[in-house]
């Protein structure tokens, strides 16, 4: 039997032994802010954010090095000890020889523990949850006694508080314990540091951080360990605590004890459990800066049936927010699916900093990451993202680069006060390519003539120097001469991300890689470094780009539109300017002056089909520019476009001292973006098969082993290769080459790289992680950094728009299939459920021949067994106008592949 199975169709799992497993950890979260990792023996963490943490930060290395673990005890009336959650000095010795039986099940944001004491006949669950609407992770804890015999027995719930920021993790540790205001009251124990420690400037503090204690009864705990040396005692440890093993006295409710570290412990009154009897405890644990709040946390949820009934409304909550369902032939892939389609929730609650894995950054996400996860949640709350989408567009500055610094809300950047003037080149492509889907999705082609603000701080001309002008009194927002606050449209905000890469070039005339591009550890060829992958990248998107011009123009029936004066000098028809290096700066200098502090404001009115032709020539110019220079034949049957250009002004692929070198990334965007032919994506495939593809550890890895640790080019050449963005198979990049691939109408390719991907996570041997999508795979295919990974939504875009085919065009609804026999169950069918035009369909894909893509044509499509309409035998399409006569219930679409 498989270690990991899945329980049920949501997406439920279990795994038995799971604490056999280094580094396994299962996220929780509520929508308000507090966010808990929990290991197999409820190690991990909590907190709001970088300042205020529940529970120790940890990082994966401190999973087996901590023993600060949220705990239960139980003591019978002989001395015999247990810990249900595992960690105890004895249970940890016994691991390698006498293990207790035990297991994690788990679903979305609920996790449950189940273990068999080996010196006691008891069995244990914990199940841990945080309800969606408030700042407390729940421990709803069971004891059932399994002898024939009665027990009598003592528990302790066992909670250290940290109770302050990460910063002071090393970093006067000590000191502030000292400002600590501990006291216990009736349900458990509190604490409200005095101070947040931060020597730039000290502030008072109010949170609150709290664990609270009730048995099936309601009644509260008799006594209290509210220190971490009262509760371990002199010369106990977390896993053999004095106040458990010697039943060392603790101290009353009403209790104050200043300046010490904290411990959320305290002991229950001893019960005896009957034969088979069980008996129910609840811990709460949070952070809130209201008392009385605190108070009414503990009045609602020290009832059992309320907890019981929150736990299964928290199940409900998020098996909701997940709309997105997959039948296929391989019930184990769907039930991966269903994990996949969750991440992107994770990442908009848990940022890229708060998994033990991901211990860099303070909190938030970056600018890229903030609109690739848009593109999964377009799939399954559209709503909500148009909005988001607007406001993300305030980060854009005049000079067509943007604010890296993101703050609390949609649509709030701040400064960078560090001067760390970083451009990433690929910034500018990501708004456009989320837009996009947005606008196919809903039809909304009136989005592109939002105004909004840009942003404003004081780096000006693509980071390259400072406005000394600019002071805080100014704000984040551009201004005009006049001191108003100038907006543009949206088309404005695109038309400047997009031009002004389009000069910023190096010496091949390909865009310059500045502090890199969306591999971020390509960070040391800021002078010379060139991009060709994603030169690839925006070529396409001045297509698309042109495209929703003439969209917008034939769907409002517009001729033209104002843009800010100074862009005309961005829109410069000749075209013997492309080949000229020296001139592109010279434009994008004289352009760039122009907004260094004010604009003037002026608007001129543009045509729009002549902005269209006038994208399409630069975008066309591009691709044959590249096609020219950057594609390498390596022989008949293989072939490869170069990637980058280093410091060195040296091109990344070819023959170095008789190695190969290759990189996934320049593959994916030529691809994606119609540079590449059909005949050079076949050698490409059979390039990357031969040189890049290791199928036991993911598929598809981001590059071969140069070997040489290039200064000249990034970090990522100084990390282990196999590890990260040195030739790991990393997930994002793999999804996205499948997704080139799919386009393009090589689906067989597309799903070799992303079945390898999902085959290799659910290989719990290898992989050893959850189900779900880790944002690589190591060298021997252990799967790390779980979770907060923009992989899943390009995994599920993918799979929902490309392999499935469900995807919008400008509003109207479209079903084009690309799966392949094996993706069909044994009767044929392959289904999806999901959201399109704010109604649920259920898509039934009948393919009773178990015909590839390629060989079947829709012979029949109907929704709600009335016929819809195909065109080229290929889609199957509802218009915009019919979608809204379609009530509000299910509706079904069965499909016909013959
Ligand atoms: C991470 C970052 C992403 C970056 C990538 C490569 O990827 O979040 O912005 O482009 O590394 O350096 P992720 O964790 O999304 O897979």
Redesign the pocket.
Known sequence: MKPLTFTNNKGDFKLSQAENISSLYFPLASEVGLKSAVTPNLGGDSKINQETFLLEPVSVDNLHNNRSTRNFWVRDDKGNVYSATGASAKQEALRFSDQEENSVEAGFMWHTIERQSADLPLKSTITSFVPQDENVEVMLVTLENLSDADQTLTAYGAIPIFGRSADNIRDHRNVTSMLHRIKTTDEGVLVCPTMSFDERGHQLNHQIYYVLGFDDKEKTPETFYPTVEMFIGEGGTFTHPAAVYKETSGVASDSHIDGREAMGAFKFEPFTLAAGQSKTFILLMGINENQEHIQAVAQKYKNLTTVEKTLQETKDYWQEKVGVDFKTGDSDFDGYMKWVCFQPFLRRLFG?SFLPHHDYGRGGR?W??LWQDCLSLLLMEPKTVGDMIVNNYKGVRLDGTNATIIGEGDGNFLADRNGITRVWMDHALWPLMTTKLYIDQTGDIDILTKEVSYFKDPHVKRGTEIDQDWNDAYGNEQRTADDAVYTGSILEHLLIQHLTGFYEVGEHNIYRLRGAD????LDMADENGESVAFTAAYSGNLMELASLVRLLESETNTESIEILEEIGLLLKKDSDIYDNIERKHQILDAYTNQCLHNVKGRKIRISLSELALNLIQKAAWLRQHLQQQEWLDFNDQEGCYNSYYDNSSKPTEGFYNDRMHMMLTGQVFPIMNYVATDEQIRKITASADHYLYRPEIGGYRLNTDFKEIKTDLGRMFGFAYGEK?NGAV???MTVMYANALYRRGFAKEGWKALKTLSDTALKFETSRIYPGIP?YFRADGRGV?HY????ASWYMLTMVTEAFGVHGKAGDFVLYPKLLAEQFDENGRASITTQFADKTFQIHYDNPNQKDFGKYIIKKATCDSQEIDITDDAFAFITKADLANLSDEVHEIVITLD
């Open positions: 890229c970056g890229r990451d969306w591999n971020d550890a963005e990393f997930s994002h944002e950094y907060l990974t923009g992989a």
